[in-house]
Antibody
Framework: QITLKESGPTLVKPTQTLTLTCTLS??????????VAWIRQPPEKALEWVSL???????RHSPSLLSKVTVTKDTAKNQVVLTVTHVDPGDTGTYYC??????????WGQGILVTVSS | YVLTQPPSVSVAPGQTARITCGGN??????VHWYQQRPGQAPVLVVY???DRPSGIPERFSGSNFGNTATLTVSGVEAGDEADFYC????????????FGSGTRVSVL
């Protein structure tokens, strides 16, 4: 069974760095054909792709977030980590990680609601 | 690449809901659809225009031609009330997934 679970802080202050972890089960991010994406959703708004990483190390970021996000993988722990620097209230929302199919997100985590507020 | 969806669609129980997703020459791309019930994570209901993942009822079907992709939900039930998002993969600029603006389906 494939599962993904997001973890991290639910409240961060403006200008701080947000670090979220996606723990994978049922598949390995170490496999070249596998990929994990981060998608976020501001309250009452649409889904927005943030970043993705493949097992071969390929990384892609949304152009609008390129300057403030990084994504890495920990193959020993089978985790994917998203870092968002200098957060502001516009970064508030639910963050999801998902397993990539050919060009779709086949399985999603439950999501974690992150609020940016002083 | 921009995907345009109507903000809302209303349908009576037992009737058919059609949710459109507009994009420039979207027919040349593979379109995927997600259902997001209130307070829950999205769930893939149709991939590659018209395929269904295991466990998704046949009531959910898709089509894609020209500048419009369509998700059709037949025999709508109260439990189908949700937000629906279309998605394509942008291979030209972002090299990642692009989501539509979302459509809220209300069951009357």
């Amino acid at each position: 069974q494939i599962t993904l679970k997001e973890s991290g802080p639910t409240l961060v202050k403006p200008t701080q760095t947000l670090t979220l972890t996606c723990t994978l089960s049922g598949f390995s991010i170490n496999s070249g054909g596998e990929g994990v994406a981060w998608i976020r959703q501001p309250p009452e708004k649409a889904l927005e792709w943030v970043s993705l990483i493949y097992g071969d190390g390929t990384v892609r970021h949304s152009p609008s977030l390129l300057s403030k996000v990084t994504v890495t993988k920990d193959t020993a722990k089978n985790q994917v980590v998203l870092t968002v620097t200098h957060v502001d209230p516009g970064d508030t929302g639910t963050y999801y990680c998902g397993r990539l199919g050919n060009s779709w997100v086949g399985s999603w985590g439950q999501g974690i609601l992150v609020t940016v507020s002083s | 690449y921009v995907l345009t969806q109507p903000p809302s669609v209303s349908v009576a129980p037992g009737q058919t809901a059609r949710i459109t997703c507009g994009g420039n020459d979207i027919g040349s791309k593979r379109v995927h659809w997600y259902q997001q019930r209130p307070g829950q994570a999205p769930v893939l209901v149709v991939y590659e225009d018209d395929d269904r993942p295991s466990g998704i009822p046949e009531r959910f079907s898709g089509s894609n031609f020209g500048n419009t992709a369509t998700l059709t939900v037949s025999g709508v039930e109260a439990g189908d009330e949700a937000d629906f998002y279309c998605q394509v993969w942008d291979t030209d600029t972002v090299h990642g997934p692009v989501f539509g603006s979302g459509t809220r389906v209300s069951v009357l």
